[in-house]
């Protein structure tokens, strides 16, 4: 074929696949380029070297190394999959890249609170993970800094080494406090992340600024108890996770085993996980009393996305951080606190959503869409535990904030219980998934999460008795009694030994 022919095919497949996205339909050779592209990341997306891996890593054999990451997000380095794959350089974070992202994930986040409440929030509290340090190269670790109003400092090699406080002229606005939830992984893997954070606030708070231009000065002035250099120390302190050598925040085992009757039981067990200073010259201290302090002066809570391959509802720990620190600073500050999610899917275009839109969109797209739920099945059992994970899940975010619509409920009951073909094939592939969806269902009614049809209820209730039948009547001869739907609700108050462990 003559080169102009394969040009000419080129072009017509290009437009049939771009559409109108195809702007440009002469530039052949960029074309020719990410054609090549395409089929190189395809040839690698083919070769996986999982089970070679494996293996070879089993018979003590070398592994070659390779970066891990989305290739959702530009990443066709990490393939082929299958080598011994490092994480990130934590000294290189953020990089460049990700700065440049954070400013205007920044920007977002201030503009959205500005739109809904008609003012800057004074006080960000924030869900800062492993995961988008990994995934990101540090979006968010560049957003918490560009708020403080400072920027990194990058020198040969890529690698952070502190940071310029940017000028007030040149910043154009006050500078916003933080406040941080960490992980224990944060905490164990990136410590040098935590000190740049801690020392960032502490040189900031140090500014000799006016107040309404500098809230995190105002806040550490509002919180000194007297003028001594440990005072300083504890009002400067805005980094806080788990004890040293544990993990989690507890809200997610609480609403799971539904051993919390208000609210204020689950800040409690989030306050008592959570209350733990980190820093530079902090590894860990029980800072209960400062905790709190910050908590009680936070505008908005807020966490971000990096990716569609996992969304808010796949684990029960995004509800227990981000909705128990948006119950915790709720009750503390005794007003509304403002709850968003960052989005960062697309680098290119990133933006802040509130956490309600956040939640409805997950539910369209997967929850509730018929593909969505189909290709759920093709996994069977395991497909029909994870739709009943999420489902628990989302349950898991209206205890913890209240931001889950009364239609999301409605239409998880229509299309996970009230529906026969789906009820059957739950009975037949995992009754149990089944029983916990609905018994999650009644138990958002009766706690007053949901407002639905009575008639609706009374068919959930109906059914609950009917997959009860299923249940008994699989267990066979085993002794003793079946918990089936019933919910048995204890917080600390009724049991001494973990009421002392709250204290």
Same mark, same amino acid.
């Not at 910050?294 to 936070?298: D, M």
């Given at each position: 074929m003559a080169v102009q022919e394969k040009q000419a095919v080129l072009l017509a497949l290009a437009g049939k696949i771009m559409g109108e996205a195809l702007v440009n339909a002469g530039a052949v050779a960029e074309l020719e380029y990410w054609r090549d592209k395409v089929r190189a990341i395809d040839a690698r997306l083919t070769v996986s070297l999982e089970t070679e891996g494996l293996f070879q890593g089993l018979q003590g054999g070398y592994l070659p190394a390779g970066p891990s990451g989305l290739i959702t997000r530009g990443r066709p380095d990490i393939l082929p999959t299958g080598r011994n794959f490092y994480s990130a350089d934590p000294e290189c974070i953020p990089t460049r890249a990700a700065w440049k992202v954070g400013e205007k994930l920044a920007r977002a986040l201030l503009d959205r609170h500005r739109e809904d409440t008609g003012r800057l929030p004074e006080n960000c509290a924030m869900v800062l993970w492993a995961s988008d340090c990994m995934w990101t190269d540090g979006e968010q670790v560049a957003q918490i800094l560009a708020l403080l109003g400072v920027e990194p400092n990058w020198v040969a090699g890529g690698k952070v080494k502190g940071f310029r406080i940017v000028p007030p002229a040149e910043l154009g606005r006050p500078r916003i406090d933080v406040t941080l939830r960490i992980s224990g992984v944060i905490r164990d893997c990136f410590p040098g992340i935590v000190d740049l954070v801690d020392e960032a606030v502490r040189q900031v708070a140090a500014l000799d600024e006016p107040s309404e231009q500098n809230f995190v000065r105002k806040h550490t002035l509002e919180q000194l108890t007297d003028d001594s250099p440990a005072a300083w120390e504890q009002a400067t302190a805005r980094i806080f996770g788990c004890k040293p050598n544990t993990y989690g925040v507890g809200v997610d085992l609480a609403v799971l085993a539904s051993a919390w009757k208000t609210e204020q039981d689950l800040a409690d067990i989030f306050l008592t996980w959570s209350s733990y200073a980190y820093g530079r010259e902090r590894s860990g201290q029980a800072s209960p009393a400062q905790f709190k302090r910050?908590?009680?002066?936070?505008d908005l809570a807020y966490n971000k996305a990096a990716t569609d391959e996992y969304d808010a509802f796949g684990c029960a720990c995004h509800f227990a951080f981000l909705g128990g620190l948006t119950t915790a600073a709720k009750l503390l500050k005794g007003g509304e606190v403002k709850t968003y999610y960052g989005d960062t899917r697309d680098p290119g275009r990133p933006g802040v959503v509130s956490l309600a839109e956040e939640i409805e !969109?997950?539910?369209?797209?997967? +929850?509730? +869409?018929?593909?969505?739920?189909? !290709?759920?099945?093709?996994?069977?059992?395991? !497909?029909? !535990?994870?739709m009943a994970k999420r489902i628990t899940n989302i349950y898991g975010w209206d205890a913890t904030t209240g931001e889950v619509a009364d239609w999301v409920f409605d239409g998880l009951a229509k299309t996970y219980i009230l529906d026969d073909a789906m009820r059957k094939w739950f009975e037949d592939t995992n009754p149990w998934a089944l029983e916990e969806i609905n018994r999650r269902l009644l138990e958002a009614a009766q706690r007053g999460l949901w407002q639905t049809d009575p008639q609706l209820l009374q068919s959930l209730k109906e059914t609950q008795v009917e997959i009860e039948g299923w249940l008994e009547e699989r267990l066979g001869d085993v002794q003793g009694e079946f918990q089936g739907g019933a919910v048995d609700i204890f917080t600390a108050d009724d049991v001494p030994a973990w009421k002392a462990k709250m204290m």
């Open positions: 910050q908590l009680a002066s936070v !969109g997950i539910i369209r797209i997967k +929850n509730l +869409n018929p593909a969505w739920i189909e !290709g759920m099945k093709q996994h069977g059992y395991k !497909g029909a !535990g994870d």
